[in-house]
């Protein structure tokens, strides 16, 4: 697959199945276009956030008519931004008749560090997947983790930026490209350039704005 949103398409190409139970704990169905391409395809994503307005949803615009052997106006997908064990705390008419499905990072980047992944805005996804797709070593730790999406999705390898001139152009490129860098990765940043340049620049400050 070419695209991550791919990874969660795949399954609403068609309808399937009338009704499609989802586990979904990283939110990754929230994104604009899986959502407007689902919908497109037939679908009705439906989250599941408070029984009562749920139910009343539920009841009066499927249930009816499925009871009734009419076809709603769309195939109906529960989606619950929570664990895949958490599925089982659904109502048990829908437990019983849907077909269970559960996206998460962990699955669509499986050989990186889940907590790493788990902090970059859904906005570089596509670049992590792209350079995911190339990789075919072991899975990675924390750092290891921090080190690849640094260089595949921010253009960033720390080790090469070992002179003031380089640092100076880093900073502005940075800035002017208005990336949204995780916490963690800027940390293990600063701790990189403060190894290298031990004159008074205020390193934080300047990651920052």
Not at 30 to 35: A, F, I, T
Not at 61 to 90: F, K, T
Not at 103 to 121: A, C, Q, R
Request: charged share 25%.
């Amino acid at each position: 697959m070419s695209s991550w949103r791919e990874y969660i398409l795949q399954h609403f190409r068609e309808p399937i199945h009338r009704l499609t139970l989802v586990a979904d704990p990283d939110g990754l169905m929230l994104e604009e276009h899986v959502l407007a391409l689902i919908r497109q395809n037939g679908f009705d994503p439906l989250p599941f956030e408070e029984p009562v307005s749920f139910r009343y949803a539920y009841e009066s615009n499927y249930r009816q008519y499925w009871d009734e052997g009419r076809p709603a106006h769309g195939d109906l997908v529960v989606i619950l931004h929570a664990p895949e064990a958490s599925l089982r705390h659904l109502p048990c008419d829908l437990l019983m008749s849907g077909q269970r499905i559960t996206f998460s990072l962990s699955d669509l980047f499986p050989k990186l560090s889940y907590p790493v992944v788990k902090d970059l805005d859904v906005a570089y996804f596509q670049r992590l997947y792209e350079a995911c797709q190339r990789y075919n070593g072991p899975e990675m730790g924390d750092r290891a983790s921090e080190l690849f999406v640094l260089r595949h999705v921010f253009g960033v390898v720390p080790d090469t930026i070992n002179t003031p001139s380089a640092l100076l152009q880093f900073l502005l490129s940075r800035h002017m490209r208005g990336e949204q860098v995780p916490q963690r990765l800027d940390k293990l940043l600063l701790k990189s350039l403060r190894h290298r340049f031990r004159q008074k620049w205020p390193l934080e400050t300047l990651l920052r704005s």
